[in-house]
Every structure is written in structure tokens, then in C-alpha cells.
């Protein structure tokens, strides 16, 4: 977050699916958490790149929109 000046590292995070194929990746270091929730689904970002997944990240009361892929194919 902010144009990567802050960092933060989590030792440990919780991974559950939903019923629908959601992934929601959930973690707490300290006084700060993150959910990262990935879906399979078309997603078009910005620059008109299509892939695969939408992902929403929420953390420090923000919530961050973006389009994501597989890095690891399985």
C-alpha cells in the first residue's frame, strides 16, 4: 500500500473455498489484517488485459479492486 512504501509481512494465513469456487485468503500480524478474496471469473483491467480471476483485497478499512492469474498452473 501506498505505492509500495508500506509493507507487511504475515507469518501465517488462513485459506478457505466457497461453495462457489471462491478462495479467501485471510491474516493478522499485530494491529493489521488482510483478506484477499480471488474468484474465477473474466476480469478486464485498465489497459483492456483480459485474466482470469477478480481479486478484492481489504485491509486498514480500504478495499482494493483488480483482475489476477494463476501463477501456478494445476
Not at 33 to 48: E, N
Request: aromatic share 6%; hydrophobic share 30%.
Amino acid at each position: 500500500t501506498n505505492y509500495g512504501q508500506d509493507r507487511y509481512e504475515f507469518e501465517q494465513a488462513l485459506a478457505t473455498a466457497t461453495p462457489d469456487g471462491t478462495n479467501v485468503h485471510t491474516a493478522q500480524q499485530d494491529a493489521v489484517s488482510l483478506k484477499a478474496t480471488i474468484k474465477a471469473a473474466r476480469c478486464v483491467d485498465d489497459g483492456d488485459v483480459e485474466y482470469d480471476q477478480v481479486v478484492t483485497v481489504e485491509s486498514g478499512g480500504q478495499t482494493y479492486h483488480g483482475c489476477g492469474t494463476r501463477l501456478n498452473a494445476k
